[in-house]
Nanobody, 114 residues
Framework: QVQLVESGGGLVQPGGSLRLSCTVS????????MGWYRQVSGKERELVAR???????NYADSVKGRFTIARYNAERTVYLQMNSLKPEDTAVYYC????????WGQGTQVTVSS
């Protein structure tokens, strides 16, 4: 059973930065699709960024140019670098791995507020 653990969330002021980390319990294969999603209470979970096996990336329009997803297979870790944070980025952020099925972490809270 693949397990994912997120870390790095917290409280940050608007315009600030955070880096989220997702550590996977086993080797990340090059064919795995890694992603970050977020969810606000009462709303559906939405894609933030996704990194496919070919190195292709997809970002939500709302985060393009501000967020960057990166994976380090040898470290079994996927990062989400978030810059120029806005209050509307406040959400619980989830890491996902797709390998024949979807695996999810427990989520980490990100709050952007002055």
């Amino acid at each position: 059973q693949v397990q994912l653990v997120e870390s790095g969330g917290g409280l940050v002021q608007p315009g600030g930065s955070l880096r989220l980390s997702c550590t996977v319990s086993e080797i990340i294969f090059s064919t795995d699709v890694m992603g970050w999603y977020r969810q606000v209470s009462g709303k559906e979970r939405e894609l933030v960024a996704r990194l496919s096996s070919g190195g292709n990336t997809n970002y939500a329009d709302s985060v393009k140019g501000r967020f960057t997803i990166a994976r380090y297979n040898a470290e079994r870790t996927v990062y989400l670098q978030m810059n120029s944070l806005k209050p509307e980025d406040t959400a619980v952020y989830y890491c996902s791995l797709h390998r024949f099925r979807d695996y999810w972490g427990q989520g980490t809270q990100v709050t952007v507020s002055s």
